[in-house]
């Protein structure tokens, strides 16, 4: 026997770990072991990746990604898709930031006044596109993909109209330093917005009857109907919420830029999608869990924050962040057959 021979223990050992390693990858899908390796790779690039300024840096620019993505989630688990997230974000930004400077001539000693009627004619317009969108899934049968791709041109349409491709500036001062660089216990207003997002957005999944009905119908549909679930209602509920929490990471970005763009959200749906599936959100419907999709948001970020530390180029960063998300993907495809029992 030679000195490279293993023996039974070490054969054993490895084979308990790789069925650990298995058992990871079937409950949490592909998430950790992207985490890792970026987490690896990205300190190795870079001696600032990896300090607690940075991961809390990291945090705080992941929550608008954080917001969209749970609602992108909601539209997955009902085995479609919401490609219009981006347009919505936009709208928001645009439709807010003109009520606002309207009414500050209408109200100029109310400013709250003008800041809270203007966040509400941005929730208001997205409403609108959420429920057009659902609509179109749930009682004409058209296609989510379709859909969505439809509404998102005529959206980003209406915000270039409106605005004529010019930012939107003369909103209020309190708006910006309140929710873009407002802090409350010393926690930036932002974060605390995400904090309560995620919760709000657990109890309804998790505890709530709507949440359970949502994974139904995403789970077998002509079972949800046999059990006699409402699917059109819950199709409708789920789209409007996806365009809502795209709606308030509209507001939050807008304050931030103290401006309303037509161009915000420009890539967010590709992200967004990425970061659900990265979390083990099943393209198929059915399977998707809150906590997860916000550490998909942070991964992408993370992705990103260390790209730019690393120097990599925005082009070739869109190039890798598709790449991931095609592995994603295909890691989502094997990890379905293992839970089929079929590898």
Not at 177 to 201: S, Y
Not at 262 to 276: D, F, H, Y
Not at 287 to 303: E, P, Q, S
């Amino acid at each position: 026997m030679t000195d490279n021979a293993t023996t039974p223990q070490e054969t054993a050992g490895r084979r308990t770990a790789l069925q650990g390693l298995r058992a990871i990858f079937i409950k949490l899908g592909v998430l950790p072991f992207f985490l890792a390796g970026a987490l690896v790779i990205f300190t190795i690039l870079s001696d600032r990746f990896l300090t607690f300024d940075n991961m809390t840096n990291v945090f705080r620019q992941s929550v608008y990604l954080t917001l969209v993505s749970m609602g992108q989630m909601l539209a997955l688990i009902t085995g479609g898709f919401d490609l219009s997230v981006g347009a919505v974000v936009a709208l928001t930004s645009v439709v807010s930031a003109l009520a606002m400077v309207a009414l500050v001539g209408i109200f100029p000693d109310a400013v709250w006044l003008v800041i809270i009627l203007g966040m509400l004619a941005g929730l208001g317009a997205s409403l609108l596109v959420g429920l057009v969108n659902g609509a179109g899934v749930a009682f004409f049968g058209v296609s989510p993909f379709i859909m969505t791709l439809g509404v998102s041109s005529v959206v980003a349409g209406i915000s270039l109209f409106l605005t004529g491709g010019v930012p939107v500036s003369g909103m209020p001062y309190a708006f910006a330093d309140a929710f873009g660089f407002g802090r409350l216990w010393d926690i930036p207003v932002p974060v605390i917005v995400a904090l309560v997002a995620i919760l709000a957005m657990w109890v309804f999944m998790e505890r709530m009857r709507t949440g359970a009905h949502i994974y139904a119908v995403g789970g077998n549909i002509k079972a949800a109907v046999l059990s006699a679930i409402d699917t059109k209602r819950t199709l409708i509920i789920a789209y409007v919420l996806c365009a809502l929490a795209a709606s308030v990471a509209g507001l939050l970005l807008t304050a931030r830029v103290e401006s309303g763009e037509a161009n915000l959200g420009g890539s967010i749906a590709l992200e967004s999608i990425a970061a659900c599936v990265i979390a083990g959100v099943s393209l198929r419907g059915g399977i998707g869990r809150v906590i997860n999709v916000v550490l998909g948001a942070y991964f992408i970020t993370l992705a990103q924050n260390g790209m730019n530390l690393a120097q990599i180029s925005s082009y070739m960063q869109m190039v890798l962040l598709g790449g991931l998300l095609i592995l994603a993907v295909i890691f989502d495809q094997l990890r379905y057959r293992m839970m089929m029992g079929r590898a």
